[in-house]
């Protein structure tokens, strides 16, 4: 079994910054893809930031220049660090991932998400 856990969401004021942390445990053999999306109040789950195993990584158009995603491949970890946060940002955060567990293919993995509130 592979659990995401997920931490470092809150509140903060427009201009500021958090980073989110999300770890994977469990029987791990790869994990080919990590990454955040989000969802906001009425609005569909979007991809925020991910990152291949090859080192690619992707930024939704509305962060690029001011989220960064990084890994750490021996914890098994991304972190997004959220800088010059807009009130458009505010939504719950989801980690996800896709690893190879127990089978020969990558199987989709969610974290329980965290909330990031941004006041103007």
């Known amino acids: 079994q592979v659990q995401l856990v997920e931490s470092g969401g809150g509140e903060v004021q427009a201009g500021g910054s958090l980073r989110l942390s999300c770890s994977a445990s469990?029987?791990?053999?790869?994990?080919?893809?990590m990454g955040w999306y989000r969802q906001a109040p009425g609005k569909e789950r979007e991809l925020v930031a991910r990152i291949i195993r090859g080192g690619t990584t992707k930024y939704a158009d509305s962060v690029k220049g001011r989220f960064t995603l990084s890994r750490d491949d021996a914890k098994n970890a991304v972190y997004l660090s959220m800088n010059s946060l807009k009130p458009e940002d505010t939504a719950v955060y989801y980690c996800n991932a896709e690893i190879i567990s127990s089978t020969y293919y990558p199987d989709p993995y969610w974290g329980q998400g965290t909330q990031v509130t941004v006041s103007p």
């Open positions: 469990g029987i791990i053999i790869s994990i080919t893809m």
